[in-house]
């Protein structure tokens, strides 16, 4: 078993308030307030799970610029009231920032004995596999 600190304990309640707060929010058709709230306990639990130093770091790398404004500038858009705009930019930053970690996600779910054998459906397996195939390096 992993071993947390404090302060990462309540990071990842806040970063889990905030992941419930955005699928509530998009289920109750953008609510501006919802989103808002759900994108700064994001925001804050990130940097409490993995520090401040390294959240800076991770997303204010060079290579990672286009997607941090993308990301950042969807919080802000959220934030001053135009939801969808702005939950759909926070989307492709979230693509583009994390996109190296997709091929371990992709294998990792594979493991799983269902969702396995889900991902192994002639369909999705085709675009399964594209999404797996990243070269970029995380």
């Known amino acids: 078993m992993?071993?947390?600190t404090d302060s990462q304990k309540?990071?990842?309640?806040?970063?889990?308030f905030g992941v419930?707060?955005?699928?509530?929010?998009?289920?109750?058709?953008?609510?501006?307030?919802l989103l808002a709230i759900g994108n700064i306990l994001f925001v804050a639990g990130l940097a409490f799970v993995i520090g401040l130093e390294r959240t800076f770091r991770f997303f204010f790398q060079k290579h990672k610029m286009k997607a941090t404004s993308f990301f950042l500038g969807g919080v802000f858009v959220v934030l001053i009231g135009w939801p969808?705009?702005?939950?759909?930019?926070?989307?492709?930053?979230?693509?583009?920032l994390f996109r190296g970690f997709f091929p371990v996600v992709v294998g990792f779910i594979r493991r799983i004995p269902v969702?396995?054998?889900i991902l192994n459906l002639p369909l999705i397996s085709a675009y399964v596999d594209k999404v797996?195939?990243?070269n970029t390096m995380v």
């Open 10 to 16: 309540i990071g990842m309640g806040l970063t889990g």
């Open 132 to 134: 797996g195939e990243s």
């Open 2 to 4: 992993i071993s947390l």
């Open 20 to 33: 419930f707060f955005l699928f509530f929010g998009m289920i109750l058709f953008f609510d501006k307030a």
């Open 115 to 117: 969702l396995g054998s």
């Open 84 to 96: 969808i705009i702005g939950v759909v930019l926070e989307i492709y930053g979230f693509f583009l």
